[in-house]
């Protein structure tokens, strides 16, 4: 059954069919004052953002989307690859139209997305940066957060609730209750297979054919704030879940043991790649969260916004 579209929310042709776009805070004083836009990572509607977007407040105007396939927004006639989505972002600004300066503010996949977004349009339109626990286009030649050994041991789990996230993310019951809906729906399942399985490996190497990191930095003096998020706290735990129910052999319960006691400083190395991107950049790290900071630590995200809005340059 379809979603509801809000009251807040609106269908934009983008020419094949029609994105859902959510209008949050008020008007902007004039077309040079920047809006945030949110983009999901992998398999993630708009409603990942709902804590941040209520603690951003009704002053600052901030938009956030479904991807195609997603809850409110028409099946795409093309496959959702990182080059597809960025696309259709492109589209949906343009036709919307969101004349402003973007902070675009994107989470895991949507580092990804977000340099392909670079690489079709340019750094124009692009006022900061704000990069939640992100993946960057090398991430799969250090770590596979897809590694079949660890998803053995965890076998059975369900992530949000070993993660710890269920417990201790920072939205209302109803705003958890309602994202948690969307992604047990057949149309969630179905898209969510498109992106995570079939489309979300390969896009990493296609990212890097471009060989965007020799332009570095990409956005000049734009403001760029990296958020990492502890990743042995996720993995440590499902850890944990699946061997209280007795997954994985020994030897490979020592393998992902191994595994967690890297992860860290994998991540870090990773993180502080994105920030090349800028010559006013800033890494925090997440302390409190694992990959979904977003859900757990929003006030963290809403503070790299702010720390985007305080450094932009004197021209914006």
Known sequence: MASTLPSNGRLVNIGTHSLALYTHGSEPRSSKDPVVLFVSGVASDALNWQAVVRLLGPSLRSYTYDRSGFRNSESSPLAPSAENIALELS?????????????????????????EYIALKGSGRIAGL????????????VMNVKDP??????????????WGTEAEHKLTQEEWDAFRAAEATEKH?????????????????????????KKQPLLGDQPVYVIRGTRSRDWSRLYKAGVAKGNGTEEQRSYV????KTVDTKTEALMKQFLK????????????????????QPDMVVDGVKWVLNNLPASS
């Open 149 to 162: 050994i660890l998803w053995t041991v965890a076998a059975g789990v369900d992530p949000f609730s070993a």
């Open 91 to 115: 589209l949906l600004i343009e036709k919307a139209p969101i004349p402003n300066p973007l902070i675009l503010v994107g989470h895991s996949w949507a580092g990804v997305l977000t340099y």
């Open 189 to 213: 399942k179905l898209i969510e297979h498109k992106e995570a399985v079939e489309n979300y490996v390969p896009s990493f190497e296609t990212l890097r054919k471009k060989e965007l990191s």
């Open 130 to 141: 704000v990069l939640v626990d992100a993946n960057h286009e090398t991430a799969p030649l």
């Open 277 to 296: 991107l800028s010559t006013k950049s800033v890494l925090v790290d997440a302390t409190e969260s694992g990959h979904f900071v977003q859900l757990t």
């Open 257 to 260: 043991r191994e595994l967690i």
